[in-house]
């Protein structure tokens, strides 16, 4: 191989290698991670805060700092390590075509006794006077992010 393929190969290898260093990491401006998952194979319970019947769920604690308490997984499905982006706590939820994943949202958080703030086809949005809880269609090709903060 010549000097000049050999450099050109070097390039692209170091490039690539740039490329995917930033995968991965950690949303937050500090580049630390946020508090880890508490996740909970235990369901919500028989009933919601507001007295109605709900169905079983998976949970995730979200810290104190942006309204404690718990959240509801899709069945089955593992949450990633949540990070802080723009102040508010999110974790990814992959494995669930986007529009099902947010169907989710839209009928467990409303069990819970969470109030509707904002719906779409892109994103379900509810509070429960505690904690705003927000699903998002995901970047990557299935799943939902949720994103949690205080309620204002």
């Not at 508090?35 to 949970?59: C, E, F, L, N």
């Amino acid at each position: 191989m010549s000097h000049r393929r050999r450099t050109g190969a070097l390039l692209a290898v170091a490039s690539s290698a740039l490329l995917l260093a930033g995968c991965g990491g950690s949303d937050d401006a500090d580049g630390a991670p946020a508090s880890p998952p508490a996740a909970s194979s235990s369901a919500v319970g028989s009933s919601g805060s507001s007295g109605t019947a709900t169905a079983d769920y998976d949970t995730i604690a979200v810290p104190d700092e942006f309204g404690g308490g718990t959240i509801p997984v899709p069945p089955g499905l593992t949450p990633g390590e949540p990070t802080v982006q723009d102040g508010k706590w999110k974790v990814e939820i992959d494995g669930i075509d986007k529009e099902q994943g947010i169907d989710f949202y839209r009928e467990a958080l409303p069990a819970l006794g969470y109030t509707t703030d904002v719906e779409n086809e892109l994103l379900y949005t509810a509070s429960d006077g505690t904690r705003t809880v927000t699903a998002t269609l995901s970047a990557g090709p299935d799943g939902v992010d949720v994103f949690v903060e205080p309620a204002s």
